[in-house]
């Protein structure tokens, strides 16, 4: 039988300290992926509602609440007012909206940087 290879999404933004210290971590475990930058090619509404739903997170989880487009746009205040569609397609207009890294395979979508979840789905691997 052979070695079952998953392979990974890895959403990120180049210039975020912790999307380098994710990429690292990837690298240093072997673990096979595609790298896609969060800035050039956002992730479609598409995508973003098929991954809030696959990863069982709450959709603010996805939004990058540390962001300085996300405070410039007074997101804490309104985003309890947008329904769900709203929301999707707010974080589907601008990457820098989007937490980030992401890690998505058929089975998984791991969003922000939190090693003990990165190296709880690296052991299934």
């Not at 896609?36 to 696959?54: C, M, S, V, Y």
């Amino acid at each position: 039988m052979g070695e079952i290879v998953v392979k990974y999404l890895f959403i990120c933004y180049p210039q975020c300290t912790t999307c380098r210290k994710a990429k690292k971590w990837l690298d240093e475990n072997n673990i096979e992926y595609e790298e896609r930058h969060i800035g050039k090619d956002n992730p479609n509404f598409l995508e973003l509602a098929k991954w809030t739903a696959q990863s069982g997170l709450p959709l603010k989880k996805f939004f990058n609440t540390r962001g300085t487009l996300y405070k410039e746009m007074n997101l804490k205040e309104k985003l309890s007012q947008m329904s769900e569609e709203e929301q999707l397609e707010l974080l589907a207009s601008n990457g820098m909206l989007v937490r980030r890294p992401l890690l998505v395979s058929e089975t998984e979508v791991l969003v922000g940087f939190n090693i003990e979840e990165w190296e709880k789905i690296h052991k299934d691997i």
